[in-house]
């Protein structure tokens, strides 16, 4: 008897309703898409499989698989670093910008443009080696909570990006990061925040020098950008580092356009997703006049291409924060 | 009996000897290094196990896992790509350096030094996509032939370098290229020939452009250097890319001294080695004094370091070339 039922548990598996791989996510056209999608590029045999090999997934990271606002949580960084950095050496804030940023004035340091941000992110990122840099890093997420959320900023990733993520390696796909961010400062949590080991984070990188420091050989983090993995830089980064045109591209933000774009004019079956703000009141609501994240031309693109789905966070997802989950 | 015996072999199985899993190389002192070093990494326990995320090997390329005589196979194909591009228009071979090419009179073609050698390599390596070019390389190793050896270039790789790669593997290593070589020229080849895919491939990029060419997003090949990966490039790249120092780093020349200096400088066990051509017969012979692929500096490093082996050609391996094995 007991045979029997083994028996029947296994024929009838296939027609079960497995566990739901997207518990926060609402029924809806997202869901639809991504389900379908990846149901389509790993059945064998189908039209539209794809090998593991080719089941590469590259994700935005800010405002994508984290928040964003009210400015870039590395930005928040740099401007920490440089008021540590002349609270010890007074004479180093010289410029508008490093006097604005190392008094906290956002406001001051906003007037002083792109190019005042670029001197506050090179002024503190610079000067140290990598490892070193990396440990003040992890002091600063630990010790530093969002001002409106209360949270350690490494806690406010976006539940179910999360449960995508798995979804898509629980299918042969690789998951990736293609970020504006920087990949030393990136590297720091997301092994641990989104199970995306170092090698599959491409980022901004800063010029950098190899030295020989009191004996021991050392990548040091120089001041100047290298490489800005933003806009058009993303397909080229993608090339550079991954050498295959992914099939799954996520992000939010004008910046992500070239990239989806890119993976989604292919040949065979893609998918682009773009997640669109639209959550005052458990996230943040903002799209195409944004300072921060700005979503126009992509948005506009989203909708006029059959493979790219926006996903609405305010009526698609379920719970935006993990921390949301235990309330 | 039958289940008696294969209880015997199962309890005696540890304690038989296993298939060599480096059959080309000689009894010595680098196969003794390398085998150690594996069997202390992998040991479960043991005061030198590292995980299997920590397994990082690099290796360099040109000759380190192919040969570089009697130059880099890469500034062949330039060579014969500039020539063809100047049949089809003759007003291209503009300097000095391009004739020379477009004639394929070598010793004037090195006369321009370095300047005219870039010039050649960023006239072949540009104005076409990424996809495209890679065709042309792949048309050009099935067709070419070394005029000393009469093998095809992808055939002239070591076969008891393929062996270490495979050991490696399958000790849970993952196995990166390190190579002043390009990144989109080795593509082509370096997956069949030593199974490393794309996205363990780093090198040397020229500069690229996003560009929607007749309604399809693509990656451009432009004209100039992006970053050089050899010397001081290699760990700033293996930075940039991987994210982690490796524990075991390959190369034959002095544009690896930094990398392995660096790979092999970190806390816990870790192997260099440096494969020395000494081998004037079945391969070539050089190093203090030689253009291509000169091993100098890093030859006295690695006879002053504890952690640094170097492979004599001549004795230690049993073959040079996979085709060597069938003759």
Redesign the interface.
């Known amino acids: 008897m007991k045979y029997l039922w083994l028996s029947l548990v296994i024929l009838l598996a296939p027609g079960l309703a497995l566990a739901d791989p997207l518990p926060s996510w609402r029924a809806g056209a997202s869901k639809t898409a991504i389900v379908e999608f990846v149901e389509a590029v790993t059945e064998i045999g189908g039209a539209d499989y794809r090998t593991p090999?080719e089941r590469i997934a590259v994700f935005d990271n800010d405002g994508t698989l984290w928040s964003e606002q009210p400015a870039y949580f590395q930005l928040l960084f740099a401007v920490d670093r440089v008021a540590e950095m002349a609270k010890a050496d007074p004479s180093m804030a010289k410029s508008p910008a490093l006097k604005a940023a190392a008094a906290g004035d956002f406001p001051a340091l906003l007037a002083t443009g792109t190019k005042g941000l670029l001197e506050v992110v090179s002024a503190s990122h610079s000067g140290i080696d990598?490892a070193g840099y990396q440990a003040k890093v992890a002091r600063w997420l630990k010790e530093t909570r969002h001002k409106k959320a209360g949270r350690r900023y490494d806690e406010m990733i976006y539940q179910p990006m999360l449960e995508l993520l798995s979804y898509l390696r629980d299918s042969g796909f690789?998951t990736y990061i293609v970020s504006g961010g920087g990949?030393h400062f990136m590297?720091v949590f997301v092994e641990e925040a989104y199970g995306i080991?170092?090698?599959q984070?491409i980022g901004s990188?800063g010029e950098?020098?190899?030295k020989?420091v009191d004996g021991?050989?050392t990548?040091m983090k120089e001041p100047g950008l290298a490489f800005l993995d933003d806009g058009?830089?993303k397909?080229?980064a993608i090339?550079?580092?991954?050498?295959?045109r992914p099939i799954l591209a996520g992000g939010n933000s004008d910046g992500d356009l070239?990239m989806i774009?890119?993976s989604t004019?292919g040949e065979g079956r893609r998918l682009g997703l773009l997640v669109h703000h639209t959550d005052a009141e458990r996230e943040w609501a903002y799209d195409r006049k944004s300072h921060i994240g700005k979503l126009d031309k992509a948005l506009d693109m989203a909708n006029s291409s059959s493979n790219w789905s926006v996903i609405d966070m305010k009526t698609e997802w379920r719970v935006v924060f993990p921390y949301d989950l235990a309330e």
Do not use: C, F, L, N
């Open positions: 090999a990598v690789k990949i590297r080991p170092p090698e984070v990188t950098a020098s190899y020989v021991m050989p990548v058009p830089g397909p080229i090339d550079r580092v991954i050498g295959r070239h774009q890119w004019a």
